[in-house]
């Protein structure tokens, strides 16, 4: 069941991110345009990307952490997620990033799910794993920070908005409350009975 709710996931987002790359003029974060009142931007422009090497690194990303996920992450949660994500690391660009006139791509959103998913490590007693996984992330968005001329730029072939990255790591416990929080026991009792 598990892989079946990841496997709806990463179609689902697949989906809409294979048609969004038709339109990246239209649905890319871009200032201007946003000034202008194209709001969706705000949240459409992480679902478009670069090019098509940007599309897939993204995807791969996405797709090895839906393998990764527990059996109780559902579908609803992982798209509203990724909107509400999305939403707000734009919001953050427009406060914080005044200089940055446009942007797209998935990764902001990614690497906040690859944090939630640590402290969901964390939060099982899985230390290891949780350290790798977490040094990695801080590691790759030092790298891109650090070495703007890396590998990750080339083969998206723009600058990697690096800042993306952090907003989506500061917003990693958000993120881990909103897909990973169990139900409190007065739920479980009130689901009980209601179903008595």
């Excluded at 809409?16 to 200032?31: G, K």
């Excluded at 200089?99 to 902001?108: K, R």
């Excluded at 072939?157 to 989506?168: K, L, N, S």
Aim: proline letters at 4%.
């Amino acid at each position: 069941m598990s892989y079946l709710r990841a496997i709806g996931a990463i179609m689902v987002l697949s989906t809409v991110m294979l048609i969004a790359q038709a339109y990246p003029e239209v649905l890319q974060y871009h200032r201007t345009k946003l000034a202008q009142g194209e709001l969706w931007r705000l949240v459409t422009g992480h679902f478009t990307h670069s090019n098509f090497n940007h599309l897939c690194l993204n995807l791969m990303g996405l797709g090895l952490w839906a393998i990764l996920q527990p059996k109780t992450l559902s579908l609803p949660k992982v798209l509203s997620l990724s909107l509400f994500l999305a939403l707000i690391i734009s919001l953050l660009f427009w406060v914080l990033n005044p200089h940055l006139q446009w942007y797209v791509g998935y990764s902001g959103v990614l690497y906040s799910l690859f944090g939630a998913w640590v402290f969901y490590l964390i939060g099982n007693h899985e230390y290891f794993t949780a350290l790798v996984f977490g040094l990695a992330l801080m590691g790759k968005t030092f790298w891109d920070a650090l070495y703007p001329d890396s590998l990750s730029q080339q083969l998206i072939a723009v600058p990697v908005v690096y800042q993306a990255h952090w907003y989506g790591l500061l917003l990693s416990p958000l993120s881990a409350f909103w897909l990973y929080r169990r139900p409190s026991t007065m739920d479980t009792k009130a689901s009980g009975l209601q179903n008595d």
